[in-house]
């Protein structure tokens, strides 16, 4: 059926985050055509801290937590999302992601539209 893929949340091989930080499967996205949606699972390591202050300009941001709980900085407060929640970043809104209590996580990461879109704050 063109244009139809199906894939397992385990099956594709992952691939280096960004700084070292953990791993990223990629499942569906722009390699696959996809113009308005990015779906991958990234893996946190437990050491990875906070990842760099950005924005999305276009895209929204959903990240939803499979295992372990992690930390996100907005406006300078951090807000903690466990396992089986659910966070949502507006387009524009700097943030820094982390793992929770230096232990892993895994989550699902959702942009919307897909395409290259992050941008780092000083």
Request: proline share 10%; glycine share 10%.
């Amino acid at each position: 059926m063109a244009g139809f893929k199906r894939v397992g949340l385990t099956a594709p091989a992952p691939r280096p985050m960004r700084l070292d930080r953990g791993t990223v499967l990629d499942l569906v996205g722009p390699s696959d055509g996809a113009e308005n949606v990015d779906f991958h699972v990234n893996v946190l390591n437990a050491d990875a801290g906070l990842g760099p202050k950005h924005f999305h300009e276009r895209a929204d941001n959903v990240y939803v937590v499979l295992d372990g709980a992690i930390e996100i900085e907005i406006d300078g407060a951090m807000q903690r999302v466990e396992a089986g929640e659910v966070a949502y970043i507006p387009p524009r809104v700097p943030h820094a992601t982390g793992p929770a209590d230096g232990a892993p996580a895994r989550i699902i990461e959702i942009y919307a539209p897909a395409g290259p879109d992050f941008h780092l704050v000083d």
